[in-house]
């Protein structure tokens, strides 16, 4: 049996399409729990974030908080009839990322991962790929973290 809770809103919007819903500030920093004190530690730091959606928010909300070492990895960026700037927007697939090992702070998923992943292998795949890319004693944050076997 499992605890019934009402879910807030900055958690339904979670649960939205990451190109929809969190456009704000403070509900990066909710689901992520970051204050804004952390922002300012992470200004040195090399960023991924995963699973970005096209409109990379997460993103250009850490750029206007000085951090400009964030890069933006989303599947969707394969498509030609997608309009983004280049540069740090990058496409790619969480359980083959094209980056070295070892070149990342910290890395952010939300939704994308396991989300949106199909199979346990993908899942597994994926968070190794994580690991592999974060620099020894950095730091991954996922939202929401919840795996169904198949």
């Known amino acids: 049996m499992g605890i019934a809770h009402e879910a807030s809103a900055e958690y339904k919007c979670a649960l939205s399409s990451p190109d929809e819903g969190r456009t704000t500030h403070e509900q990066y920093l909710e ?77 952010f998923a939300s939704n994308s991962v396991p989300g949106y992943l199909e199979t346990i292998e993908q899942v597994q795949e994926s968070l190794e790929e994580v690991i592999r890319v974060l620099k020894f004693g950095g730091e991954a944050r996922f939202f929401h973290c919840f795996i169904r076997p198949n």
Request: no cysteine; hydrophobic share 40%.
């Open 31 to 107: 689901i992520f729990h970051l204050q804004e004190s952390d922002l300012e530690h992470m200004k040195d730091m090399r960023i991924l974030d995963l699973g970005s959606g096209v409109q990379t928010p997460f993103a250009e909300i850490l750029k206007e908080k000085g951090i400009e070492n964030v890069f933006s990895l989303e599947p969707k960026f394969f498509s030609t009839s997608v309009s983004v700037e280049k540069g740090n927007n990058i496409a790619g697939l969480a359980n083959n990322l094209p980056f070295e090992k070892e070149v990342f702070d910290i890395v």
